[in-house]
C-alpha cells in the first residue's frame, strides 16, 4: 500500500499520543503539603535518594495489607484469584481505577466466581485510596522493594487534619 505523507503524519501522531497516554507519569511535579503530585494533578509517590518514603505512600502500604492483600496478593503482585494491582496501576487510568474500587466488578457470567467487592461506603479504604495508589504506582514503576518500607517520613501535619475529616 502506498502511504501518502499525511496519513503517515497522522499515524505517527496517534501512536506518539497512544504512547503517551500508557506511559505512567510518575515523576513528581509539586506538592500541596498533604502528598505529591505528577504533571496532570495525579498523586504519586515521593521516594528520597536514601530510600526515605513519603508518609502517603507508606499509609497504602498498610492500607493495602490491610484491605486488599488478601485477594491481590502481597506487595501487589497478585494472586491466582485477583490481578496484580502494582501492574494495574501502571496501566490504569486514575480515574478508572478509582471507580472499580468504589463501585467493584465482575466478570458477568464467566465459569470463575471473580468479583471485586465495591468499596465506595468503606471509609478504611476510601480515605486512603489515593495512599494505596502511590503505594501500588511505586511498586509498579520498580522504585519500592517488596515488604515494609524502612524508613518513612513522618506524618504531615496537613495530612492529619485531611485524614480526620474524611474518617469523621
Ligand atoms: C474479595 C477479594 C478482593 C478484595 C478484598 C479486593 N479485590 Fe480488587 N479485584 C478482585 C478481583 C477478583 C478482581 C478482578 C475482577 C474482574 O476480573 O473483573 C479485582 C480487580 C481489581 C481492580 C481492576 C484491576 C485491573 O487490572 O483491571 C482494581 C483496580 C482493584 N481490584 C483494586 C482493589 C483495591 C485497591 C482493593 C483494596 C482496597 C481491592 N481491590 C480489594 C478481588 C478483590
Not at 502517603?56 to 496484580?84: I, K, L, Q
Not at 524508613?151 to 469523621?168: G, H, I, L, N, T
Amino acid at each position: 500500500m502506498k502511504v501518502t505523507a499525511p496519513v503517515l503524519a497522522f499515524a505517527m501522531l496517534s501512536l506518539a499520543v497512544g504512547g503517551a497516554a500508557h506511559a505512567a507519569d510518575v515523576a513528581v511535579a509539586y506538592d500541596d503539603g498533604v502528598r505529591a503530585f505528577n504533571a496532570d494533578d495525579i498523586p504519586t509517590f515521593a521516594i528520597a535518594e536514601d530510600g526515605t518514603v513519603d508518609w502517603p505512600t507508606f499509609s497504602g502500604f498498610r492500607r493495602y495489607h490491610a484491605e486488599c492483600h488478601v485477594c491481590h496478593g502481597p506487595d501487589g503482585e497478585g494472586s491466582s484469584y485477583a490481578p496484580a494491582l502494582k501492574t494495574s496501576a501502571m496501566r490504569m487510568d486514575y480515574y478508572d481505577f478509582l471507580e472499580v474500587v468504589a463501585s467493584g466488578r465482575s466478570r458477568v457470567g464467566a465459569s470463575d466466581n471473580s468479583v471485586m467487592p465495591a468499596f465506595g461506603t468503606n471509609q478504611n479504604v476510601m480515605c486512603y485510596i489515593e495512599d494505596i495508589w502511590t503505594y501500588l504506582r511505586a511498586r509498579g514503576a520498580g522504585e519500592l522493594d517488596r515488604g515494609r518500607p524502612e524508613r518513612r517520613a513522618d506524618k504531615p501535619e496537613a495530612y492529619a487534619e485531611v485524614e480526620a475529616q474524611c474518617m469523621s
